[in-house]
Structure formats: structure tokens, C-alpha cells
């Protein structure tokens, strides 16, 4: 007879939408490979640290070296929770149960992980764009603050 945990049915539409709302925190995985996916625990790490990033930022402004380097990590993490409801929604049904649910009736879902699919895209797109602007930008300043340093450096050595 087999194991519980293999015949529980598991829900396109819900894996899509726990991926949408609570992807940062590996609440998909944990739902589609149960409480002792390590991976889906491993998801709390680098949310965590970006919103510590994040508080940094509001208690000591942009110009903390350590909170703009920790605020990619929560961008990066909702642009995965984004990617993941992308795949779930996008995966056909036949697919998915063959995958998720062996040995049960097939279903066929409706609109449900295509809606989830729509807000992942814009979601995501969004906060990718603003990670990807946003480490950039910070790069930029903090090359620019460098080699203003040397050339301060430099010209008071040459006074000198």
C-alpha cells in the first residue's frame, strides 16, 4: 500500500498561487514536497537577510554599504517565487498529475493558475527590473566614491 504522503492530491492552482504570495518563503515547496523539503526551508535565509537589508536601509539610509548588499537577496528571492508560479501555472495538466499526482484522477484546472501566471509575470518582471536598476546603480556609486577616494589619496600625496 502506498505512503500517505504520495497519494495526497496536490493543486495546480494552489502550488501557483502559494508561489505568488508566499514564494520568498518556500510556502510552494513546502506544500508540493512536504515539511521536510530542505530546500523549501533554505528560502527563509536570504528572504530573511534582504528584509533585514531593507530595515537597514530605512534606520541608516542608502548610503549603508551592507544593507544595499543584502537588499538583491529579497529581489532575487520574490523574482524566484515569481519564476516558480511561471512553471507550476504553465505546466500542462496531463503533466502535473503524472508529476504530482500518480495514481489519482486526472483534473483539469480552469483559470485559476492562469490568472496566478498573469500576476507572476508582473510581479516579477517588476521586481527584477528594480533589483537588476537598483544593484546597478549602487555599483556605480560605490565605483565612483572609490576612485574619488584615490584621486583624494593621490593628489595629497603629490602636495606632499
Known amino acids: ?9 496536490r493543486s495546480k492552482t494552489l502550488a501557483t498561487w502559494l508561489a505568488v504570495l508566499g514564494g520568498t518563503l518556500g ?6 514536497n512536504g515539511p521536510s523539503d530542505a530546500l523549501g526551508w533554505l528560502h527563509l535565509l536570504p528572504t530573511a537577510l534582504g528584509l533585514a537589508g531593507v ?4 534606520q541608516l539610509g542608502q548610503d549603508d554599504t551592507v544593507a544595499w548588499l543584502l537588499i538583491p537577496l529579497l529581489g532575487l528571492m520574490i523574482s524566484l517565487g515569481m519564476l516558480c508560479a511561471i512553471l507550476y501555472g504553465l505546466t500542462p495538466d496531463e503533466k502535473w498529475d503524472a508529476r504530482r499526482n500518480p495514481g489519482l484522477p486526472r483534473t483539469r484546472t480552469a483559470w ?8 507572476a509575470l508582473m510581479l516579477g518582471s517588476a521586481v527584477l527590473m528594480g533589483t537588476v536598476a537598483f544593484s546597478i546603480q549602487k555599483l556605480f556609486e560605490w565605483e565612483l566614491s572609490s576612485s574619488k577616494n584615490a584621486q583624494a589619496g593621490t593628489s595629497m600625496t603629490v602636495r606632499a
Not at 27 to 32: A, C, D, N, T
Request: overall charge positive; cysteine-free.
Open 27 to 32: 510556502l510552494h515547496r513546502l506544500y508540493l
Open 55 to 58: 530595515v537597514r536601509m530605512r
Open 1 to 9: 500500500m502506498p505512503a500517505a504522503s504520495s497519494t495526497r492530491y
Open 112 to 119: 485559476g493558475p492562469v490568472l496566478g501566471v498573469i500576476a
